[in-house]
């Protein structure tokens, strides 16, 4: 039997063979979506399918996916696994989120025994579909977004399968971008399987084998001691997502979240059925909402591995908007997916405070600019999510310009490279204080302004908004936050305010700008600390009319008048009573 020494030495070397795995991909990937942005994620999991030992930071969005991928090899290829080979998929509804995130798969062998599997899902920034940059919010079926990866082999047995690869170079408008980050993908996985190798020369295949048995059963262990610190019984949620692209439709969604000593139980019976529009979001990637939101209340630095989502169980009836069948499309499965987090989110803000925040921006107004670059004669293309304003909690502010919370560790990519690589002006990035943040004892934090000048002959510019009609939810009267949207300003037109947008081409001079919504309040707002109004009116976040209008708040001569405040905020919080 293992002892527990070994037993750590052995999770700390799989770890570190994920972090070393994930580093390499970022630093020799050829899109900036990859290196800048980091929209991807990687992991190992055991050779049975249970799910994930080891992980590095990522997108929790494509961490909680990567053990469904590994049930499709497993599904399909059975014992016609061989050692080198490299299956690729992206097929969204059995392990997937969209066409444009990658899974890349191999498996580890030692002495012909199959060990585990080594997982990378990345976002190919290009697979071909009706628009430039693929993933579109006006597709209304998956055929429409690019090219199908049905669990095919990449590598058979080390050698590259030159017939696949050829299909995915004819299908890509940038075959360099997308086979460059293949490579670098590949690479980084090569550099994980040698670290997984070392481990089992220096402690033997068997004590490899038993450590990660060991560790599922550990989180297990874990995750149900977590659960008892939870509040038990029935909490329920409902929202509306703005629409789903084609319509203008809201769409009806809602959570049942039933804690018991033994199961934390998410039932999303009742939400809308599948829609026309590609904001379906494939079970995985609902699973993986859950989950998310799952380890941010029981144990955020908990190894997210098999064992700990053993007493995680999600129920999405096939057919619904969280659980599509084919051919629904899911380019913008996020718009969706998002709120599989925020409605259990919404649920138990308000019974664990201590754990959970006010609303926050939510979407992540994911945005391609992409176009022909004259300067260097190949294409070009920003592929991003965008950074927003985190909910307040119930003892501070909330956070500002942070990625929205299913993108985890993505960065907001540096307009200096974008700059000095494409035909693009980054014009402006600040906090949004125009549109503000949802006020309370403790505001919210604010979203950004970022906006880009077209530079090239022409670009195409596409956008998927979400949280427009329906705002950041504040908690305990704390107010809502804004609204995220975007303004196109094209020559000679009057500006206009969208939500969604599909391969516009826009002309040089022309200007994109994207305002992203700040978080909910916390709190009755006539119950901050005027200390903390005068400071907020000091850094231009708020102005004076604010400040006495809503925090009841009198200033004067850039001090704070304390009795015209007393009598101010009383005289406001009985008008409320009334």
């Known amino acids: 039997m293992i002892n527990q020494f070994t037993l750590e030495l052995i999770e700390n070397g799989l770890e570190v063979a994920a972090q070393e795995m994930f580093y390499a991909f970022g630093r020799t990937a ?42 499709e090899v497993l599904d399909k290829w059975n014992n016609n696994i061989k050692e080198g080979d490299i299956i690729a998929t992206n097929i969204p509804y059995s392990g997937g989120t969209h066409l444009n995130d990658v899974a890349l798969i191999m498996p580890i062998f030692s002495r012909d025994k199959l060990l585990g599997f080594i997982v990378n899902k990345g976002h190919w920034s290009e697979i071909g579909g009706m628009h430039f940059g693929s993933w579109t919010s006006d597709a209304t079926e998956v055929f429409q977004e690019g090219l199908q990866l049905p669990n095919i082999k990449l590598f058979v047995e080390g050698k590259p399968n030159k017939d696949v690869i050829d299909i995915i170079s004819a299908n890509s408008r940038m075959p360099s971008a997308t086979l460059g980050d293949m490579e670098a993908q590949i690479a980084s996985m090569k550099v994980a399987l040698r670290r997984v190798n070392t481990l089992i020369d220096k402690y033997g295949l068997e004590n490899v084998i038993e ?55 998410v039932d999303f019976t009742g939400s809308s059925d599948q829609v026309k529009g590609p904001i379906n979001s494939p079970l995985p990637a609902t699973v993986s909402a859950v989950r998310e939101i799952f380890m941010a209340i029981t144990d955020p630095h908990a190894s997210p591995n098999a064992g700990y989502f053993s007493t ?62 004259e300067n260097t004669n190949e294409p070009f293309a920003i592929v991003e999510p965008q950074p927003g304003g985190w909910g307040a909690c119930n003892e501070k502010d909330g956070e500002s310009a942070l990625v929205a919370s299913g993108d985890g560790e993505t960065y907001i990519a540096s307009a200096e490279v974008y700059e000095n690589r494409m035909p693009i002006l980054v014009e402006r990035i600040s906090l949004n204080t125009e549109d503000g943040s949802g006020h309370g004892k403790y505001r919210g934090g604010f979203g950004i302004i970022k906006n880009y000048i077209i530079r090239s002959k022409e670009a195409y510019f596409t956008v998927s908004i979400g949280r427009s009609k329906f705002p950041p939810w504040g908690v305990n009267g704390g107010y809502n936050g804004p609204s995220n ?51 907020d009116v000091k850094n231009e976040y708020i102005n004076y009319n604010i400040a006495q209008k809503i925090y009841g708040v009198v200033i004067e001569n850039g001090k704070i008048n304390y009795q015209k405040t007393l009598e101010l905020r009383s005289k406001l919080k009985n008008s409320k009573t009334k």
């Open 30 to 71: 050829k899109s900036p979506v990859i290196y800048e942005v980091l929209d991807y994620a990687v992991g190992i999991t055991d050779y049975k399918g249970r799910g994930l030992v080891a992980q590095a930071p990522g997108v929790p969005g494509f961490s909680g996916v990567l053990d469904f991928t590994i049930r």
């Open 211 to 265: 450590a990660m048995d060991k560790l599922i059963e550990d989180g297990a262990k874990l995750s149900k001691l977590r659960l008892s610190k939870l509040p038990k019984g029935v909490f329920e949620a409902e929202d509306y997502i703005d629409d789903d692209g084609i319509s203008d439709n809201p769409v009806y969604v809602k959570a049942k979240v039933t804690i018991t000593d033994d199961n934390f139980i």
């Open 312 to 373: 995680l169980k999600v129920i999405a009836p096939e057919g619904s908007i969280f659980n599509p069948k084919k051919p629904a499309p899911t380019s913008t499965y996020w718009e969706s997916m998002s709120y599989a987090t925020d409605l259990v989110w919404k649920a138990l803000a308000p019974h664990i405070p201590d754990k959970l925040s006010a609303g926050h921006f939510l979407s992540i107004l994911a945005t391609i600019l992409g176009g022909y670059n």
């Open 485 to 535: 949207y975007a303004i196109i300003y094209e020559k000679g037109e009057e500006p206009k305010i969208i939500r969604k947008a599909a391969s516009i081409k826009l002309k040089a001079g022309d200007k994109v700008s994207l305002h992203s919504a700040g978080g909910g309040g916390w709190g009755d707002p006539l119950d901050r600390d005027p200390e903390l109004v005068l400071n």
